[in-house]
């Protein structure tokens, strides 16, 4: 690899990293040539109660699709998360809570995590909950997420979280699928100084939700809120009422540990079902290597709980290796834009693991408030949720991690459960820009659109060959669409929705979404979400929606918008479907840009032409390719000449 772009391993990583580079290639490849023997082996990091004797049972063939992974072992996640590190870290703090404003944080004891989470636990078999159980999490970034999952954990119920950023309606519709009897939410949310009214939104989500039985309410404002009489309760309340200590309940590693909703390309969001015993090797044994996670080391990932980030490596992945994590309640630029770099100097925070749009924000305000703190803790810095461009990452590693810490630039989706292309530490020569190359045991294979495998440096759609334990094993409720979703596209593999490049060095470069689901700020969003709440508008007759390059949010949102015969297309309309969009899904949703369409592209029999509306969106009107097929090739001019995106 003699590439001036390239990277190479700092001598002193490779020395103290768990692997370096040929121990990777050696780990690498005994993973694949024997993962049954690799993955009995490091199956054991985690305590089990009974011990598994099989190891993988897998078919990836559609007409018989199983994934099981330690079938016949049983345990607890949560108590692998807190009590087996009771002995030797009673007093050693499990989460670092920073707040919304600067002047609150909380160190959180592994001993005290376990009287939280039993409590909660209490408290939630107190209003009925029990194994199976689906129980709905919309809470801000506050412990009480936290001890919430690890209670349901603890009890054998399934958590669902749902971000507190989205709608009411987007929360009916997730509590309704799951059919959860228990929500858990708070009077407020505080992000940058903003309340966010989640008791509010919870209420009106739950005149869709009959089957809600009760609502536990976390104060975390004191603001003011309706109250429900019998539905309602104060988590506080109930938890002076209950023991401090909860038996965890003995699960099956094929019982499911949660559900957690995700766009696709089209439908409603799919209740995506991770189990309990791989996706608790797989999320532990990825936050080590990958992190590079030595005892002692604070670790701060930025994500929210709401997304899988948060469940696989803010909770599951670093508490069950004993680690601190820190938990953040507000936003990077609040009180201002040195707010990350405060927290990391404040907590000495060794590794940093955030969003390529959080950094590009940040860079757009210059090095100064970064310059302004000192970062000497850092040794790792860490990247997710949408391919990072190489100018950002060069000033992330220049500007925050002055040169010395690696980034490991980690690719990995809801569905896998955790991180299964990455660069690790110590073993991997970075490329910015790369995803680099595989975890262990992760077979990525790249094919072309008849499902032919590519081999050598190409580009393709990309698949997964075999399972890994962290791998999700079904939609829940509906089996089949696990099957259609991402088992029938190319036969025989994993799909995921995603078109990568290998170059001669065997690195994955990333190249975004080849279906209908764009990356607004590493957040997925299904086209056909934004269109359906487009056209609930009234005045709304038809509605196509694309993603665009934006500087900042990666992708932003661009709606073509057709209106009912009659209704006139002003500014003010413009305005209010936006926030009719935010209304209905939530802010991450919000159209950047609305372009008036008298007139879809459209085929003869009706499709919609979407790569015509994307070249037009991306301002390259002049590249559209063949339009001979469309119905009315005169609709393409207006769509041209009233264009929105410009740049
Ligand atoms: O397109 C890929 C992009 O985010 C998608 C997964 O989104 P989600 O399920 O919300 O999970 C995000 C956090 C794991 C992927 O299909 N993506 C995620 N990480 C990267 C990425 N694209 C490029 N590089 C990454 N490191």
Same mark, same amino acid.
């Given at each position: 690899?003699? &590439?001036?772009?390239?990277?190479?391993i700092?001598?002193?990583r490779?020395?103290?990293?768990?692997?370096?580079?040929?121990?990777?290639?050696?780990?690498?490849?005994?993973?694949?040539?024997?993962? +049954?023997?690799?993955?009995?082996?490091?199956?054991?990091?985690?305590?089990?109660?009974?011990?598994?004797?099989?190891?993988?049972?897998?078919?990836?063939?559609?007409?018989?699709?199983h994934?099981r992974?330690?079938?016949?072992?049983?345990?607890?996640v949560?108590?692998?998360?807190?009590?087996?590190?009771?002995?030797k870290?009673r007093?050693?703090?499990?989460i670092i809570?920073?707040?919304?404003?600067?002047?609150?944080?909380?160190?959180? *004891?592994?001993g005290?995590?376990?009287?939280?989470?039993?409590?909660?636990?209490?408290?939630?078999?107190?209003?009925?909950?029990?194994?199976? +159980?689906?129980?709905t999490?919309?809470l801000?970034?506050?412990?009480?997420?936290?001890?919430?999952?690890l209670?349901?954990?603890?009890?054998?119920?399934?958590?669902?979280?749902?971000?507190?950023?989205?709608?009411?309606?987007?929360?009916a519709?997730?509590?309704?699928?799951?059919d959860?009897?228990v929500?858990?939410?708070?009077?407020e949310?505080?992000?940058?100084?903003?309340k966010?009214?989640?008791?509010?939104?919870?209420?009106?989500?739950?005149?869709?939700?009959?089957?809600?039985k009760?609502v536990?309410?976390?104060?975390?404002t004191g603001g003011?809120?309706?109250?429900?009489?019998?539905? +309602?309760? =104060?988590y506080?309340?109930?938890?002076?009422?209950?023991?401090?200590?909860?038996?965890?309940?003995?699960?099956?590693?094929?019982d499911p540990?949660f559900?957690?909703y995700?766009?696709?390309?089209t439908?409603?969001p799919?209740?995506?079902?991770?189990?309990? #015993?791989?996706?608790?090797?797989?999320?532990?044994?990825?936050?080590?290597?990958?992190?590079?996670?030595?005892?002692?080391?604070i670790? =701060?990932c930025?994500?929210?709980?709401?997304?899988?980030t948060?469940?696989?490596y803010?909770?599951y992945?670093?508490l069950a290796?004993?680690?601190?994590?820190?938990?953040?309640e507000?936003?990077p630029n609040?009180?201002?834009g040195?707010?990350?770099w405060q927290?990391v100097?404040?907590?000495?925070?060794?590794?940093?693991?955030?969003? @390529?749009?959080?950094?590009?924000?940040?860079m757009?305000?210059?090095e100064? @408030?970064v310059?302004?703190?000192?970062?000497?803790?850092?040794?790792?810095?860490?990247?997710?949720?949408?391919?990072?461009?190489?100018e950002?990452?060069?000033w992330?590693?220049?500007?925050?991690?002055?040169?010395?810490?690696?980034?490991?630039d980690?690719?990995?989706q809801?569905?896998?459960?955790?991180?299964l292309i990455s660069?690790?530490p110590? !073993?991997t020569?970075?490329?910015?820009?790369s995803?680099?190359r595989?975890?262990?045991?992760?077979? @990525?294979?790249?094919?072309?659109?008849?499902?032919n495998?590519?081999?050598?440096?190409?580009?393709?759609n990309?698949?997964i060959a075999?399972s890994?334990?962290?791998q999700?094993?079904?939609v829940?409720?509906?089996?089949q669409?696990?099957i &259609?979703?991402?088992?029938s *596209?190319?036969?025989?593999?994993?799909?995921?929705?995603?078109?990568?490049r290998?170059?001669e060095?065997?690195?994955? =470069?990333?190249?975004?979404?080849? +279906?209908?689901?764009i990356?607004?700020? #590493?957040?997925?969003m299904?086209?056909?979400?934004?269109?359906?709440a487009?056209?609930?508008?009234?005045?709304?007759?038809? !509605?196509a929606?694309v993603?665009?390059?934006?500087?900042?949010?990666?992708q932003g949102?661009?709606?073509?918008?057709?209106?009912?015969?009659?209704?006139?297309? *002003?500014?003010a309309?413009r305005?209010?479907?936006?926030q009719?969009?935010?209304?209905?899904?939530?802010p991450?949703?919000?159209?950047?840009?609305?372009?008036?369409a008298?007139?879809? @592209?459209?085929?003869?029999?009706?499709?919609i032409?979407?790569r015509?509306?994307?070249?037009?969106a991306?301002?390259?009107y002049? !590249?559209?390719?063949?339009?001979?097929?469309?119905?009315?090739?005169?609709?393409?001019n207006?769509?041209?000449?009233n264009?929105m995106?410009r740049?």
């Open positions: 690899m003699s &590439d001036a772009s390239v990277i190479p700092r001598e002193d490779a020395k103290s990293a768990w692997i370096d580079e040929k121990g990777y290639f050696d780990l690498y490849e005994r993973s694949i040539k024997d993962p +049954d023997g690799f993955w009995a082996e490091h199956g054991k990091r985690i305590d089990w109660i009974k011990p598994y004797s099989k190891v993988k049972d897998i078919s990836f063939d559609r007409n018989n699709l994934i992974w330690f079938e016949d072992g049983t345990l607890n949560a108590a692998n998360c807190i009590d087996r590190h009771l002995a870290r007093d050693q703090v499990a809570w920073e707040g919304d404003d600067p002047s609150e944080h909380k160190n959180i *004891t592994y005290q995590l376990h009287e939280e989470v039993c409590r909660f636990a209490n408290v939630l078999k107190a209003q009925g909950v029990k194994k199976g +159980d689906r129980v999490i919309y801000p970034m506050i412990p009480e997420a936290a001890y919430a999952m209670a349901c954990a603890r009890i054998g119920a399934i958590h669902s979280v749902v971000f507190g950023g989205f709608s009411p309606d987007a929360l519709g997730r509590i309704v699928d799951c959860s009897t929500v858990v939410t708070s009077d949310g505080l992000r940058g100084g903003r966010v009214p989640l008791k509010a939104n919870t209420d009106e989500a739950l005149k869709k939700c009959p089957g809600v009760s536990v309410v976390v104060k975390r003011k809120i309706d109250w429900a009489d019998g539905r +309602d309760v =104060w506080h309340e109930a938890a002076s009422k209950v023991p401090a200590d909860c038996p965890p309940e003995e699960m099956k590693a094929e540990l559900i957690l995700t766009s696709g390309s439908g409603s799919k209740g995506v079902l991770h189990t309990s #015993g791989g996706y608790l090797v797989y999320t532990s044994m990825t936050h080590q290597y990958v992190f590079d996670y030595h005892e002692g080391d670790y =701060w930025t994500a929210d709980v709401g997304w899988v948060g469940h696989s803010i909770v992945g670093p290796n004993g680690a601190t994590t820190l938990m953040f507000g936003v609040y009180p201002d040195s707010r990350f927290v100097d404040k907590h000495k925070v060794n590794t940093f693991y955030t969003a @390529p749009t959080a950094i590009r924000a940040l757009r305000d210059g100064e @408030p310059k302004k703190t000192n970062r000497k803790s850092l040794r790792l810095l860490g990247s997710v949720g949408e391919p990072i461009n190489p950002a990452w060069l992330y590693y220049r500007v925050v991690g002055d040169e010395k810490s690696p980034i490991v980690t690719w990995w809801t569905e896998t459960g955790g991180i660069p690790l110590g !073993a020569p970075l490329k910015p820009g995803a680099t595989p975890f262990f045991g992760v077979l @990525p294979v790249l094919v072309d659109h008849e499902g495998e590519l081999k050598g440096a190409t580009e393709g990309l698949c075999d890994w334990p962290g999700m094993r079904t829940y409720g509906d089996h669409r696990f &259609d979703t991402y088992f *596209t190319f036969l025989g593999y994993y799909f995921t929705g995603d078109g990568a290998r170059d060095d065997g690195y994955y =470069w990333i190249t975004g979404r080849v +279906d209908d689901v990356n607004v700020s #590493g957040h997925r299904g086209t056909a979400e934004v269109e359906s487009l056209v609930a508008h009234p005045k709304v007759a038809e !509605a929606v993603g665009y390059p934006h500087d900042i949010k990666g949102i661009y709606a073509y918008v057709t209106l009912t015969a009659g209704e006139e297309p *002003t500014e309309l305005k209010e479907l936006v009719w969009v935010r209304k209905e899904i939530g991450i949703a919000s159209p950047d840009l609305i372009q008036w008298p007139g879809l @592209p459209k085929t003869r029999s009706g499709k032409m979407r015509i509306l994307r070249k037009i991306a301002n390259e002049d !590249a559209l390719g063949d339009t001979s097929t469309l119905a009315d090739p005169g609709v393409v207006d769509l041209i000449e264009r995106n740049a």
